[in-house]
T-cell receptor
Framework: AQSVAQPEDQVNVAEGNPLTVKCTYSVSGNPYLFWYVQYPNRGLQFLLKYITGDNLVKGSYGFEAEFNKSQTSFHLKKPSALVSDSALYFCAVREDTGRRALTFGSGTRLQVQP | EAGVTQFPSHSVIEKGQTVTLRCDPISGHDNLYWYRRVMGKEIKFLLHFVKESKQDESGMPNNRFLAERTGGTYSTLKVQPAELEDSGVYFC??????????FGSGTRLTVV
């Protein structure tokens, strides 16, 4: 069975500081990993994905994530946080074969203080 | 290209009533998924269509939920009769054979 853990319900960071939102996963085969963001009263917006290749993935709005196979992690990072980054972030996984549906984590609320 | 469209954006119904949610995927996307998020919890998979066929409906909670995809285009998700625990945000997503998953804005369902 697939699973995703986002251990922090909320992350607080000051504007201009680096941010990290943590995600660990469990799958039987090779993982496809995703990050989505949800702003208030909006749908899920795609940020980035890891399928294969370079472990460091760069995505939208200056975000990046590093795939770490040995630690089964895919943490989301940004070097300098903006107040406008405040939102709900979801990590998701699926296996490279078999079921195509995504398995999501419970979400992490990011609050960036001015 | 137009995104994934969901209708309505909000729905408030009484327990025991019927509600139908609609999803229009991106044109040409054969794969269509329904998910829902109950307040504060993870987003859970409901079912997956490939064109008009149900590929995986393992996430459907019970037989009060009925999903259809007419002609492989738009999809509807009917809840009949609705219960209080059905409240949440229902998301639809579509994708090509292999590509990213594009999500709609969701339908917020409140059962009172």
């Amino acid at each position: 069975a697939q699973s995703v853990a986002q251990p922090e319900d909320q992350v607080n960071v000051a504007e201009g500081n680096p941010l990290t939102v943590k995600c660990t996963y469990s799958v039987s085969g090779n993982p496809y990993l995703f990050w989505y963001v949800q702003y208030p009263n909006r749908g899920l917006q795609f940020l980035l994905k890891y399928i294969t290749g370079d472990n460091l993935v760069k995505g939208s709005y200056g975000f990046e994530a590093e795939f770490n196979k040995s630690q089964t992690s895919f943490h989301l990072k940004k070097p300098s946080a903006l107040v406008s980054d405040s939102a709900l972030y979801f990590c998701a996984v699926r296996e490279d074969t078999g079921r195509r549906a995504l398995t999501f984590g419970s979400g992490t609320r990011l609050q960036v203080q001015p | 290209e137009a995104g994934v469209t969901q209708f309505p954006s909000h729905s408030v119904i009484e327990k025991g009533q019927t509600v139908t949610l609609r999803c229009d995927p991106i044109s040409g996307h054969d794969n269509l998924y329904w998910y829902r998020r109950v307040m504060g919890k993870e987003i859970k998979f409901l079912l997956h269509f490939v064109k008009e066929s149900k590929q995986d409906e393992s996430g459907m909670p019970n037989n009060r939920f009925l999903a259809e995809r007419t002609g492989g285009t738009y999809s509807t998700l009917k809840v009949q009769p609705a219960e209080l625990e059905d409240s949440g945000v229902y998301f639809c997503a579509s994708s090509q054979e292999w590509g990213g998953y594009t999500f709609g804005s969701g339908t917020r369902l409140t059962v009172v």
